[in-house]
Structure formats: C-alpha cells, structure tokens
Nanobody, 128 residues
Framework: QVQLVESGGGLVQAGGSLRLSCAAS????????IAWFRQAPGKERGFVAA????????AYADSVKGRFTISRDNAKNTVWLQMNALKPEDTAVYYC?????????????????????WGQGTQVTVSS
C-alpha cells in the first residue's frame, strides 16, 4: 500500500504559479504510476496529469498542456505538479493518486477507476 499527502495549494492571481507536492509513504513508491486529478465545485473529478513509475513517461490533459509539468523523485518519495500561467478555471481541489503498483504504464489511464490510492486533496484558488 501507499499513502499520499498533498501540499502546496493556495490562493494565487491569474498568470501566477504554484507547485503542488504529493508525498508518499511506503517503501515501494517507485512501483507506482502517479496521477493528479482535480475537482471544481459542482463538477466531476477530472484528470490533470500522470507520470510513470520511472518518471520516463508523462501525460497531460489538453487544458493544462504547456502550462503544467509533472515530475517525481523516487528517492524522495515525492511527485510534484508545477503549475504556471494559472487561470481562474484552474480553481479546484487537486488530488494525487497512485495506481496498483504493477509498473504497467499506459497513457490511457486517465480515469478515477485506474487509481486506487488517493490523498486528501489541496485547494488551489486562482483569482482573476
């Protein structure tokens, strides 16, 4: 199993930047593909970005491509989401999630059902 804790959210003006962190516990963190999802008020939780267990593959939602960057350091058991050029529509609770730890990566894994372990979320608010 893996436990996830997000941090780094906050209030930022449009055009600004934030870096979210997802800290994991468990000695096998390097087995897990990790994703970020977000949920805005009144909307379903949606995919933002994912990174493979090795860090060698990444995927992004079209809405954040070119603005957000996902990265990881397995030695630090941490995944980051660097968010630049933030827009008011990026306002949401951001969650990190881990899959089943099988080291199988697919760029098609973009639904909640592909991930089994979730953090508690961190609020990101972008003012206009």
């Amino acid at each position: 199993q893996v436990q996830l804790v997000e941090s780094g959210g906050g209030l930022v003006q449009a055009g600004g930047s934030l870096r979210l962190s997802c800290a994991a516990s468990g000695r096998t963190f390097s087995n897990y593909n990790i994703a970020w999802f977000r949920q805005a008020p009144g909307k379903e939780r949606g995919f933002v970005a994912a990174i493979s267990w090795s860090g060698g593959n990444t995927a992004y939602a079209d809405s954040v491509k070119g603005r957000f960057t996902i990265s990881r350091d397995n030695a630090k058991n941490t995944v980051w989401l660097q968010m630049n050029a933030l827009k008011p529509e990026d306002t949401a609770v951001y969650y990190c999630a881990a899959d089943d730890g099988s080291r199988y990566y697919s760029a098609d894994r973009k639904t909640e059902y592909d991930y089994f372990y979730w953090g508690q979320g961190t609020q990101v608010t972008v003012s206009s």
